[in-house]
Every structure is written in structure tokens, then in C-alpha cells.
């Protein structure tokens, strides 16, 4: 700080020896120069250089959670924020740019990027790299890349460790574990063939598991085709363990997400591509339907870069980042307005949901359920739409929402995560706690009603959100709920603890919730620690 502008100048203390008392006598005048504190200089004593101590301000940036718009505020008030920085990489760059573009290169998607995609990255998101550093946590955020995750699957589950490991579990029918073998597995198992390999993301459909490492590589097993298995065609031979996926070898991919007939994948910068839809009219390019190779999402999203794609059963939803603040396209089947637009069409090409802006809701969490969707906000909001059977809205009633609609019943939680099913939604609050809502069956919910219900009814439906406290009792926090999203198979549902300790209740006839049943018994209902090591 500048001592001028303090009105007070520095205090210095010295030993002071004792002396004989003179006469009293006026002090020559002395001018008395205050110590100037400049943040540019030739480093000679007294200066303070701020722009050669960037982690100062690294510090600051990193522990106060500051968003672009506050940079810019600071780049206004701040002085030194306006100055040229002088020092690599470009002297151009002013401090808190520089501050954003050191952070951008300690995150694992960017550092293998080249200075000319690092540069195109930065164009698409609004040509600053403070910009930048929002795609990026805002993808972390979403997906939780590079922390431990857990995936509920259609009959089968994944774990993936902080440090990258693998562990499946549960139907193995078609070699969708990983393992080498079609056997069922009622325990977490190491996925041993990826040895050496840096696991960032999972994701898993109906007899199928696919993989994403931290060089953007994709692994898949499991069947050859798309669709379920008791309804869609199956392919002519099964993958047993897991396999690099040659058609994207030349794409970073850094997400992926598995519907019915389709599956998308989003790239390192921000692009989606889908492949095996078979419908022009579905995802705006026409493909037959065991086509395998990869082709770019057609329409407004092609400059927009995406952080989090989500698949319901025959739609897809993108949350896609703009110098003006985050939000929502969807396409594909608008039956019962799960495309959020207010109407029941299709839609092509991506489309994007005006709903948000109306209700000031900055989206940062979107979720796709097989036939409905919800998103939370940047506030703690959160909105569903779609189809509202059994309650899976969370709006008190069975009805379909044909747009976004604020969850009332939450409007005393702040809420940062939501995950949707088959008609099921559950939201994490900031303080951990869980609620779920929509179809009771399976035990899926958690709320175990069977104590109140002389019947013994465990599947009782709930229309508005409910507190879960069977998860409550297990003190811990949760920070990621993952449930089944398959019309065809009982759901079960994980939830994940900020100690890295994973529960789980449900559907088990498969083995697919790790953890062992009473004889003849086919779900829990109560969650129950999996006995895995994601930390």
C-alpha cells in the first residue's frame, strides 16, 4: 500500500542508550520523506514489486472464489491490476490476467493443450483468460473431474477414485464391467487392464460403460450397439474389457453421456459430437444406426463452448458458458416439454431455453432424467420441467411442465447439486443434506416409509421434496447423489460423502449396490456403506 494515502507514516524502533539531558532547545527543522511503496520499479530497497510476487494475488483470487465480473471491478479500482505485467509469458497480460492464465495452466485438461489451442480456447470464451478459468472450474464443478465419482448404471455401477482408479460392480451380461468376463460381480472390482491409466470421468449406460482418461482418451465395453437390451437390437459381438475408442482418438473428449439410441461426448473445448442416433431429424446430421464415428453438433452451439452435457432417454441438454454468464440448450424429443422451450415439439438443432432468463436464474448444475430435466442455480434455485409423473417435478402435483419452473418446496434450501433418474430427482444442499422426490419404487428415494406404513409400504410416491434422513443419520456430508436413469431397470442410487465414502440403497438384485442382501432379498432401503477405497 501506498504510505501517502495512510496520512501516517511508518513507525520504526531502535535501541535507544541512555544520554545526558540537554538544555531545551528548539529541533532544527528536519523534512521527514516518507517511504514510497511503488508495485512497478528497479527493485531498490523500499519498493514493494507486486508484479514480479504473483502469488499474492494467485491467493486472493483462488481463496475468495472470484468470478470474471469481480476481477473486472478490481481491474477498475486497482491500479496496479492495469499495469502491464513484466514477465513471461506475455508482457501484455495485466495482473489479474496473468493471475487467471497461471490457474488455467494447473488445471488437467489445459496443460497439454498447445499455446495455439490454448489462444482458440480463449477466443471462444470471450477473449480473456479470467474467462477461461470460469469454463474450466465450471466443468470441474459439474462433473467433478479429477475427484472421486460414482455412477449408478442401468443394473450396474462404476466408482472412480480420486486418483483415477476404476472399481465396477453388479450385471455383467455383457461384459460391461470390464473384466474380461460376463459374470456378475456383488462386490466394488478393480478394473486391473487400466493400470497406468488416469480415469477423470465414467459414465454408464444399458449394458454399456464408457471412460474418459485425463489425455482424452475414450475407453468403452460392453455391447457394440445402442438401445436397451430388452428392446433395442443387439450388436454382433460383446467387449469384455475396456477398449480405446479409435473414431475419437483425435479428439480431447472430456465428457461423456450415454441415452437410449445415442450417445454425446463433449470436447476439451467446449464441442459436442453424438453418434448412433440414426435420425436426421433428431440431432440435425444423418447417420445410420450402427454408425460409430463421431459427428460435430450441428446449430447455435457450434461457437458457444459447453462445460456439462446431459442424455435423458431422447434428448439431450448442454450447459454452455458466454462472457455474459452461463446457460442452457436442448434437442432432440420435446414429448411431455422436457425440452423446456413451452411447447411438446422436437427440435433439431440446439435450441436455447429462454425460461432462465426470465426468472434471473444463472444455471450452473443441469440434469437429465429419462423424461424430465432440472437445473440448479447459480442463487441455489432449483428448476424442474417435463414430465411430471409420480412427482418427480417436486411442484406437489403430477403435472407436466412445459418450461422451467422454480422447486417452491426448496426455497429455504441453497441448493448445488441435482441428479434425476426415471421420474426421480434428488437435490444436495450446501450444507450436505439430501432431498429426493417422484417415484417411490425400489426404495430409490431413501425414505424408507415402511416404519410409518402398517402395510409395509416402502414405495409410496412423494410429489414434493422430501428431507432423506436415512441419510442424515449417517453424518457425513454428501456432495454427489448419481441414480439409475433407465426406463427398463430398477433404479438404485449412491451417495457420495466429502470424506470420500460411499452409500448406497435401492434396487440390488444384481449385485449393481456393492454391498451384500439377506437371502431372497432384492433391495435396501436404508443407505448402506459400500466398502470401497475412493480416496
Known sequence: MDATASGASSVQYHNITEQAIAP????????????????????????????????????????????????????????FFRQPAHFAPDHELSLAELAALDMCQKRAIFKPMTIEQQQCLKQSCGGSWKLVLRYLLAGEACTRREKSQAIAGPGHSLAVTSKGAVYSFGSNSSGQLGHGTTTEETRPSLIRSLQGIRIIHAAAGAGRTMLISDAGRVYAFGKDSFGEAEYGAQGNKLVTTPQLVESLKDIFVVQAAIGNFFTAVLSREGRIYTFSWGDESKLGHQMEPNDLEPRPLLGDLENIPVVQIAAGYCYLLALACQPSGMSVYSVGCGLGGKLGHGTRTDEKQPRLIQQFAVLNLQPVVVAAGAWHAAVVGKDGRVCTWGWGRYGCLGHGNEDCESVPKVVEALSNVKAVHVATGDYTTFVVSDDGDVYSFGCGESSSLGHNTAAADEQGNRHTNVLSPELVTSLKEVKERVVQVSLTNSIYWNAHTFALTDSDKLYAFGAGDKGQLGVELAANQTERANPDRVEVDLS
Open 24 to 79: 531545551l532547545a528548539p529541533p532544527p527543522h528536519v523534512a521527514h520523506q516518507r517511504q514510497q511503496r511503488h508495485c512497478f520499479g528497479n527493485a531498490t530497497p523500499g519498493e514493494f514489486p507486486l508484479s514480479a510476487n504473483p502469488s499474492i494475488v494467485l491467493h486472493f483470487l483462488s481463496a475468495c472464489n472470484l468470478d470474471p465480473q469481480d476481477l473486472a471491478k478490481l481491474e477498475a479500482t486497482c491500479s
